[in-house]
């Protein structure tokens, strides 16, 4: 006898086995339908939770973009109704990242139509032979507030133009409410040294930053309010045409970013 | 024929080989019968894939040795080492006390020469086959086989019909 033969004459007579395979199929059963039950459950909850958190972040972003109508400069009456940040719809607005350093009280609503009526005036008396609109793309959004997990909220509003001698050009508004006092706001982003293009200047009481801005070839100028009562203004206005510069001047958007009706606390 | 009636007829023709399988690797029939268990209920999960191998038994066989080798890892099935090995008694002629014999030469190997053993001289398959089976090289199979057979050797007394 060899090797082969003991293995087989060792395992031979086995004892009557334990195994029932009915029992086998039937407990497999029962975990698929576990499983099944335990991902539907995973599912909905996935689902709630989603349904709770996503319109808290992107509600405000999901409005409709405005009708348009003609007007001087820019096109921009019979809006659609204005978003609010979610969480204050009918309360007051709160702008800005954290604490506001000066609370705003003005209606969310009222603060977005009156905002944005001044900021329309503010382009069609400084840009003039410009038109513009705002249907919501590229870099021109309509008014509304932008809420983000990882930006500021703020009040945002931008103007495409229809292109001259065959360029582009936008101009985008934010103003938020700041956490910091006006000078210490102001000192958190200096002149680089030898920055070109940048300068700093006081309109009534508010600090001016200009930026001479040039990305990818993109030229254009950010401008930066600090403004004494807690409003901070960012305009921003570019040609993205590579090498060419937009139809409008760094003063051009001094006098619309510091013009005093840009306010959060009117 | 459904997947399932499918399935009880493959368990139906093959139990018996996978238990006697398993009981040489582990040596109980108990552990046979839990290692047996454990196979079939991961087969049936893949069935509908598993039925279409061309090699299903091949596939089984895999399955089989995975899970000894992974039950083998287990902390509570750990070998503990004694200093000197049981004294080998002298096995008279007779079925029952020749397969404790068998089983204890078997026990006393390391897991995975034990596999090579079982899948070679038991299921009779070959080299390459019982590489396949292992996930080793064809190499390894041949040199575990021998020192298996040699530690095998070491035990019995020379004229034992092990002997050859």
Redesign the interface.
């Known amino acids: ?4 033969d ?6 031979a007579a ?2 009557p ?3 029932d ?1 009915d029992r ?2 039937a ?2 059963h029962r975990r698929a339908r576990g499983l099944r039950l335990l991902g539907g459950v995973a599912a909905v909850a996935v689902l709630a939770a989603g349904a709770m958190t996503l319109p808290r972040y992107f509600g405000e972003s999901q409005a409709p973009p405005p009708v348009l109508a003609a007007s001087s400069g820019v096109t921009t009456t019979s809006r659609a109704p204005l978003p609010c940040p979610t969480p204050v719809a009918t309360g007051p607005v709160v702008l800005g990242g954290g604490q506001p350093w000066h609370p705003v009280t003005e209606d969310c609503g009222a603060a977005i139509e009156r905002l944005t009526n001044a900021v329309d005036a503010l382009i069609a008396r400084e840009l003039p032979g410009l038109k513009g609109h705002n249907a919501g793309v590229d870099k021109s959004a309509p008014p509304r507030f932008i809420r983000d997990p990882h930006m500021v909220t703020a009040y945002n509003y931008g103007v495409e133009f229809e292109p001259v001698n065959g360029r582009r050009s936008f101009v985008s508004v934010i103003i938020q409410a700041g956490a910091d006092r006006p000078g210490v706001a102001a000192s958190a982003l200096p002149c680089r040294q030898g920055e070109k293009g940048c300068s700093r200047q006081v309109i009534d009481g508010a600090i001016v930053q200009v930026h001479g801005q040039s990305m990818n070839g993109a030229r254009g100028y950010q401008i930066n309010v600090y403004r004494q009562d807690g409003t901070q203004i960012v305009v921003i206005g570019r040609c993205p045409d590579p090498g060419y510069d937009p139809p409008y001047t760094a003063d051009q958007l001094v006098r619309i970013a510091a013009a005093p009706e840009l306010t959060l606390y009117p | 024929m459904t997947p ?1 009636q499918h ?2 007829e493959y ?2 023709g093959n ?2 080989r996978l ?3 398993a ?2 690797l582990c040596g109980d ?2 552990t046979a ?1 839990d290692l ?2 454990t196979v ?2 991961k087969l ?2 893949h069935w509908r894939r598993a039925a279409r191998f061309d090699n299903l038994d091949a596939y089984v066989r895999r399955m089989l040795m995975r899970a000894w080798l992974d039950e083998r890892r287990r902390p509570w099935r750990r070998e503990t080492a004694t200093a000197a090995l049981p004294e080998v008694v002298a096995v008279p002629d007779g ?1 029952p006390v ?2 404790v014999a ?2 204890s030469l ?1 026990a006393a190997l390391p897991p995975r020469r034990r596999a090579v ?2 899948l070679r ?2 299921c ?1 398959l070959s080299v390459e086959e019982t590489a396949e089976a292992l996930g080793c090289s064809e190499g390894t199979v041949k040199s575990q086989a021998a020192r298996a ?1 040699e530690s ?1 050797r070491a035990h019995v007394s020379e004229g034992d ?2 002997w ?1």
Do not use: C, K, N, Q
């Open positions: 006898m060899d090797l082969r003991e293995l087989y004459e060792a395992s086995p004892p086995t334990t195994i395979v086998l199929i407990g497999e | 399932e399935y009880r368990v139906a139990l018996e238990r006697r399988t009981f040489l029939w108990h019968d047996t268990s079939l209920v049936l999960r079925d020749r397969r068998v089983l078997l053993l079982v001289y038991f009779d057979l095998l019909a092990l050859t």
